[in-house]
């Protein structure tokens, strides 16, 4: 479609799973569009988003992701980037957690895989650059601590569908970052919060809490020239 009111209109009418959009487009913009998109209810508003965009700035990107973009790919169009943005939008890159019956797993097979995956990194360096690569590092850092405490505000309310929207949206800077086992914990309790399995709920919430911290010390440890921005990872509540 041409715009992003065309791209709003077609995911109203029908199922997509993914949505590649621009950020600059006429008559909405991509921010705008979803944005809407957003607001629609299940599973319409759900679809995962990827954005198109020339600016690799702190701002532009913060701006995709608080308007619910899952994922960003830099302009030039990097072939193998955006094949790797797709593919972790469609949870193609990790082993998904089963049904809900099965989300709650022993404590030593959550602890058995590594905490990230430097090829992950490495593929962001590839197709984003040094630069785009520290933007998400960054806002991953600023990031997670209103992230997660808005996690257990919706915990604590017994608001099961903000608690499962809040837990997906952090699927997507997770896989993007390498933090495979905070993706699959998040993936966990986005199923236990839509499948309304309170018992374990409470388990998973606490094993969310140790998985941001390990992935922001993962982070702040990978590379030597981004150790500026380790600090901000201590707002991430024990």
Same mark, same amino acid.
């Given at each position: 479609?041409?715009?992003?009111?065309?791209?709003?209109?077609?995911?109203?009418?029908?199922?997509?799973?993914?949505?590649?959009?621009?950020?600059?487009?006429?008559?909405?913009?991509?921010?705008?569009?979803?944005?809407?998109?957003?607001?629609?209810?299940?599973?319409?508003?759900?679809?995962?988003?990827?954005?198109?965009?020339?600016?690799?700035?702190?701002?532009?990107?913060?701006?995709?992701?608080?308007?619910?973009?899952?994922?960003?790919?830099? #302009?030039?169009?990097?072939?193998?980037?955006?094949?790797?943005?797709?593919?972790?939008?469609?949870?193609?890159?990790?082993?998904?957690?089963?049904?809900?019956?099965?989300?709650?797993?022993?404590?030593?097979?959550?602890?058995?895989?590594?905490?990230?995956?430097? +090829?992950?990194? #490495?593929?962001?360096?590839?197709?984003?650059?040094?630069?785009? +690569?520290?933007?998400?590092?960054?806002?991953?850092?600023?990031?997670?601590?209103?992230?997660?405490?808005?996690?257990?505000?919706?915990?604590?309310?017994?608001?099961?569908?903000?608690?499962?929207?809040?837990?997906?949206?952090?699927?997507?800077?997770?896989?993007?970052?390498?933090?495979?086992?905070?993706?699959?914990?998040?993936?966990?309790?986005?199923?236990?919060?839509?499948?309304?399995? +309170?018992?374990?709920?409470?388990?998973?919430?606490?094993?969310?809490?140790?998985?941001?911290?390990?992935?922001?010390?993962?982070?702040?440890?990978?590379?030597?020239?981004?150790?500026?921005?380790?600090?901000?990872?201590?707002?991430?509540?024990?």
């Amino acid at each position: 479609v041409d715009d992003g009111q065309a791209a709003l209109d077609a995911v109203m009418q029908q199922a997509f799973d993914l949505l590649l959009t621009d950020v600059h487009m006429p008559v909405m913009d991509g921010i705008a569009a979803t944005r809407a998109i957003r607001a629609l209810p299940a599973p319409r508003g759900q679809i995962s988003i990827i954005a198109v965009t020339s600016s690799m700035s702190v701002e532009g990107v913060r701006n995709c992701l608080n308007a619910g973009m899952n994922d960003f790919v830099g #302009k030039p169009i990097n072939p193998e980037a955006l094949d790797l943005a797709i593919r972790r939008a469609l949870g193609l890159l990790a082993e998904d957690a089963g049904a809900p019956s099965a989300v709650l797993e022993d404590e030593d097979r959550r602890d058995s895989g590594p905490v990230g995956e430097p +090829l992950a990194l #490495k593929a962001l360096d590839d197709g984003v650059g040094m630069q785009g +690569l520290a933007v998400l590092i960054y806002l991953f850092f600023v990031m997670m601590p209103e992230q997660q405490a808005e996690l257990h505000r919706a915990h604590a309310a017994g608001d099961w569908a903000r608690l499962a929207t809040r837990a997906h949206s952090l699927r997507g800077p997770g896989g993007s970052l390498g933090l495979n086992r905070l993706q699959q914990t998040a993936r966990r309790v986005e199923v236990a919060a839509r499948s309304g399995d +309170l018992t374990a709920l409470g388990p998973l919430m606490t094993s969310l809490d140790a998985e941001l911290r390990s992935g922001c010390e993962w982070l702040a440890s990978r590379r030597a020239d981004l150790e500026q921005f380790a600090p901000a990872a201590s707002g991430v509540a024990s």
